[in-house]
């Protein structure tokens, strides 16, 4: 069976300052993708990163960066110098081919970046 | 940028009625998925449908919904006697070829059994 956890319900931090979220998964298989999500508070679910099992080389895409590692079974997202535009509920998801490559999502962190 | 659409983006609906979601997938994509959220909590895998059939469904997936490919364009999730815990955020989503690549979400549609 595959799961996702997500261990942190809620987190507020203050413009400027950096911020990780942890994201822990279960899974026996040997192929399976990880991606992050963020949903503002309009709703919808925006698409971060996509990394497959193979990929363990970190990435950073401006003030996102990520680092995933097969031996802690993690993919942790950090964003530098947050912003109140970062507030959001972010979402780690696991697939893999045993489930049709559904997407199992974690129950998701809730960013507050406050003034 | 590509998306994915969804109509309505709220419904009200009575308990017992049925409802229609429908969702307009990336024009290339081959696999369209149905998520949900309940409020509040995480978002849930519904069902999955490739090559005009289904390839995945959950277990809240049962009798009460069924999908379709109406058309060359079109993907709909029918609730066909909705209960009031069918009240959730439905999410269309689509990749090109599976999970293997991105799975893009629509900005969903707001249901609400009362």
């Known amino acids: 069976a595959q799961k996702v956890t997500q261990a942190q319900t809620e987190i507020s931090v203050v413009e400027k300052e950096d911020v990780t979220l942890d994201c822990v998964y279960e899974?026996?298989?040997?192929?399976?993708?990880l991606f992050w999500y963020k949903q503002p508070p309009s709703g919808e679910l925006v698409f971060l990163i996509r990394r497959n099992s193979f990929d363990e080389q970190n990435e950073i895409s401006g003030r996102y960066s990520w680092n995933f590692q097969k031996s802690t079974s993690s993919f942790n997202f950090t964003i530098t110098a947050s912003q109140v535009v970062d507030s959001a509920v972010y979402f780690c998801?696991?697939?893999?081919?045993?489930?049709?490559?559904?997407?199992?999502f974690g129950k998701g962190t809730s960013l507050l970046v406050t003034p | 940028e590509p998306e994915v659409t969804q109509t309505p983006s709220h419904q009200v609906t009575q308990m017992g009625q049925e409802v229609i979601l429908r969702c307009v997938p990336i024009?290339?994509?081959?696999?369209f998925y149905w998520y949900r959220q309940i409020l509040g909590q995480k978002v849930e895998f519904l069902v999955s449908?490739?090559?005009?059939?289904?390839?995945?469904k959950s277990e809240i997936f049962d009798d009460q919904f069924s999908v379709e490919r109406p058309d060359g364009s079109n993907f709909t999730l029918k609730i066909r006697s909705t209960k009031l815990e069918d009240s959730a955020m439905y999410f269309c989503?689509?990749?090109?070829?599976?999970?293997?690549?991105?799975?893009?979400f629509g900005e969903g549609s707001w249901l609400t059994v009362v």
């Open positions: 998801a696991l697939s893999v081919a045993n489930s049709g490559y559904a997407l199992n």
């Open positions: 449908f490739y090559n005009n059939e289904i390839s995945e």
């Open positions: 899974t026996r298989d040997t192929t399976y993708y």
């Open positions: 024009s290339n994509h081959l696999y």
């Open positions: 989503a689509s990749s090109l070829t599976g999970a293997r690549n991105t799975i893009y």
